[in-house]
């Protein structure tokens, strides 16, 4: 049981040690281990999110992107400082957490799959965020 928890625990240690030194964009497991690194509980959701046509509204635009997941929990946002974490997109068929970003770190995540665009490109934009954060670090 210990060795298949190293693994994450490993990811979990090095993303806290690197959180505020490099730019980070955390999808998928990425989020999960970005939130857990960060200090957030993760939960089981009830339904797990599969397939290429989950809808995900972009709280900052109200937006909602056709998003591709394979995922069976989320990060509980209840458990994390609003003052440093933010909630940046939410799943419309649950309500669940979909993404988040650090308000201080230049770092965000996606519960998603973008590098997958099932819709027309939905969330390409997300990659040049990440490039922007790159650029001015």
């Known amino acids: 049981d210990v060795y298949k928890r190293q693994p994450v625990t490993t990811a979990v240690a090095t993303i806290r040690e690197l959180l505020g030194s490099k730019p980070m964009f955390g999808i998928c497991l990425g989020m999960q281990l970005m939130g857990l690194a960060m200090g957030a509980k993760t939960h089981k959701i009830k339904f ?3 397939g290429g046509n989950q809808p995900v509204k972009n709280l ?4 909602v992107e056709i998003t ?3 995922h069976g929990f989320c990060v509980d946002m209840s458990t994390l400082d609003p003052d440093q974490v933010e909630l940046t997109h939410i799943n419309l068929n649950d309500g669940s957490c979909e993404g988040m970003r ?3 770190h230049p770092a965000f995540s996606v519960q998603y799959h973008p590098e997958h665009a099932p819709g027309p490109h939905d969330a390409e934009y997300l990659f040049d965020r ?6 001015s670090s």
């Open 60 to 63: 900052a635009t109200n937006k």
């Open 130 to 135: 990440f490039i922007e954060l790159i650029k």
């Open 48 to 50: 797990g999110h599969r």
């Open 68 to 70: 591709s997941q394979n």
């Open 102 to 104: 650090h308000r201080v």
